[in-house]
Nanobody, 123 residues
């Protein structure tokens, strides 16, 4: 069964960095756009970024532009989210998700969801 597994979450102080990984198993990411989503306690899920299969289309939420960078290594079947200058409001469960041949990573078009990894930003 196709799966996405996130890793790299944890506790970080404000201003520090974390890098999340999203690894696929039982399928290849080569033809999938990958979205990163987050959900904070008591809040709705928010789209953070989306990277197309060939990395030519990359989008970010306004709240993370200039601080977060998404990249992918199709050879290793993994997508990354580099998070710099972290803020307490970045605290959330971060999940990656795959959309076949997409560019926008709309939740309704997602075919595979990861379970998520918790990021806590606190001093």
């Amino acid at each position: 069964q196709p799966q996405l597994v996130e890793s790299g979450g944890g506790l970080a102080q404000p201003g520090r960095s974390l890098r999340l990984s999203c690894a696929a198993s039982e399928f290849r990411l080569d033809y999938y756009a990958i979205g990163w989503f987050r959900q904070a306690p008591g809040k709705e899920r928010e789209g953070v970024s989306c990277i197309s299969a060939d990395s030519t289309v990359i989008n970010y939420a306004d709240s993370v532009k200039g601080r977060f960078t998404v990249s992918r290594d199709n050879a290793n079947n993994t997508v990354y989210l580099q998070m710099n200058s972290l803020k307490p409001e970045d605290t959330a469960i971060y999940s990656c998700a795959a959309e076949f041949l997409g560019t926008r990573c709309q939740p309704k078009d997602i075919e595979v969801w990861g379970q998520g990894t918790l990021v806590t930003v606190s001093s």
